[in-house]
């Protein structure tokens, strides 16, 4: 079978971290962009960090940027999301995707708006709470 499989999510006070994973079957993601997207009760979806095939760029929203830091092992195929200093408004599910050459920058494929994308995960769930 072909799929994304996010991991790593769960329940976690403000102030936080929490590492979530996604790893790849059925497919290798050496020569594929990969973005982390989150969506929360009641809005819409929003890319939170996308990274490129070479890892030459990477693109962070700006309510996450120093505080979250993508990077991808094409070893293991598999992607990762180090989420720090995690806040309230950080809840959401959290999907892993992964596609193989519609966006030219990692900008656009997480601002676009689109949502496009040769794969999606199914999705892990973040809560930050005290």
């Known amino acids: 079978q072909v799929q994304l499989v996010e991991s790593g999510g769960g329940l976690v006070q403000p102030g936080g971290s929490l590492r979530l994973s996604c790893a790849a079957s059925?497919?290798?993601?050496?020569?594929?962009?990969i973005g982390w997207f989150r969506q929360a009760p009641g809005k819409e979806r929003e890319g939170v960090s996308c990274?490129?095939?070479?890892?030459?760029?990477?693109y962070y929203a700006d309510s996450v940027k120093g505080r979250f830091t993508i990077s991808r092992d094409n070893a293991k195929n598999t992607v990762y999301l180090q989420m720090n200093s995690l806040r309230p408004e950080d809840t959401a599910v959290y999907y892993c995707?992964?596609?193989?050459?519609?966006?030219?920058?990692?900008?656009?494929?997480?601002?676009?708006?689109?949502?496009?994308?040769?794969?999606w995960g199914q999705g892990t769930q973040v809560t930050v709470s005290s």
């Open positions: 995707t992964a596609d193989g050459g519609r966006y030219s920058t990692v900008q656009a494929m997480c601002t676009s708006g689109a949502h496009e994308f040769d794969y």
């Open positions: 059925g497919f290798t993601l050496d020569n594929y962009a």
């Open positions: 990274i490129s095939v070479s890892e030459s760029s990477t």
